[in-house]
């Protein structure tokens, strides 16, 4: 069991909530972030009355004064910070560039990219004592163009981008971009709304095909992985953009979490 405390973003639903109720399953204190207070207070409720410890401080996390509320819950209430889960994120707009909503694009950008960075900023005078780990939850999309996903797209590739320029500013922390593969969430349902003439037909229909045959994994598959990455990922993975089920983390998925 890990005695070790964590910040995950976006836990009030989906792939968060799943990863931090693993996360407090494996021991870790956990600190939660959303804007839905009620939905966080519950997966915070139900954390506790498995018998973990969880806080939540819900707010927007494109907010500075969130991320600073969060590591100084973390520092106060745990006393240390040993990783940060930057799992919050949006993927509207889904247009094609030509017709997205502007502001819709800088929201995208503010809450997939500039949150990230403002939590990482204010964590990490606490991690380097650690020596802790920063996760960076990405997609697919950073490196496979979709017609309609630009903004998505964009910002993922910029999370990768800031998630190894990082790893060789922090050498002692570490480091991960992680793609969670398609998951039956939120999000999935929002591009099955959103999507159908702004998503190229064919990607379109992939995407209600994954829904109607059972396809999209459930939370706590890439959850797990995602947990056992923020508690135990080596140093030597610094920088790495990777696969929720690729082979190395399977194998310190098996290590610390075996079913
Ligand atoms: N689902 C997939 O197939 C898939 C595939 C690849 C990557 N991902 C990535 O996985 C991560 C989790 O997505 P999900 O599928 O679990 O989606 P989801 O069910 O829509 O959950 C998104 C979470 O982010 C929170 N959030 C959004 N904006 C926020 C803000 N401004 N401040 C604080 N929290 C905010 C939401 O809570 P509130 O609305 O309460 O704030 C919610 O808890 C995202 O980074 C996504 O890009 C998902």
């Known amino acids: 069991m890990s005695s070790q405390t964590v910040i995950i973003t976006g836990a009030s639903r989906g792939l968060g909530a799943a990863a ?7 021991g870790a204190r956990v600190v939660l972030n959303a804007r839905s207070e009620g939905d966080l207070n519950t997966v915070a409720g139900s954390i506790r009355a498995a018998g973990g410890q ?19 819950t973390a520092l106060s209430q745990f006393g240390g910070l040993d990783a940060i889960v930057n799992n919050a994120g949006v993927i509207e707009p889904i247009a094609p560039v030509a017709e997205a909503d502007a502001d819709a694009w800088q929201r995208n950008l503010t809450i997939n990219v500039i949150a990230p960075v403002l939590l990482t900023q204010a964590a990490i005078p606490a991690l380097r004592e650690r020596q802790g780990r920063v996760i960076n939850v990405s997609s697919g999309a950073a490196i496979r163009p979709k017609g309609g ?3 998505y797209g964009a910002s993922k590739a910029a999370l990768n ?3 190894a320029t990082l790893a060789l500013e922090e050498p002692r922390l570490t480091a991960i971009a992680l793609r ?6 939120e ?15 064919a990607e379109y229909e992939r995407f209600a095909r994954y829904h109607a045959q059972g ?5 706590e598959l890439p959850g797990r992985a995602l947990a056992v990455l923020a508690l135990y990922a080596p140093p030597d993975w610094n920088g790495a953009f990777m696969a929720w089920d690729d082979e190395r983390v399977a194998a310190l998925v098996a290590q610390h979490a075996g079913m």
Not at 215 to 219: R, Y
């Open 20 to 26: 931090a109720r693993i996360l407090a399953e494996l």
């Open 54 to 72: 969880a806080i939540a401080v819900a707010g927007d996390i494109s907010q500075p004064a969130v991320s600073r509320a969060l590591v100084e």
């Open 149 to 151: 996903w630009a903004a």
């Open 161 to 163: 981008l800031f998630n």
């Open 180 to 185: 969670p593969g398609v998951i039956d969430t």
């Open 187 to 201: 999000m999935q349902a929002v591009i099955r709304r959103e999507g159908q003439g702004r998503m190229s037909e």
């Open 215 to 219: 396809q999209l994994n459930p939370p």
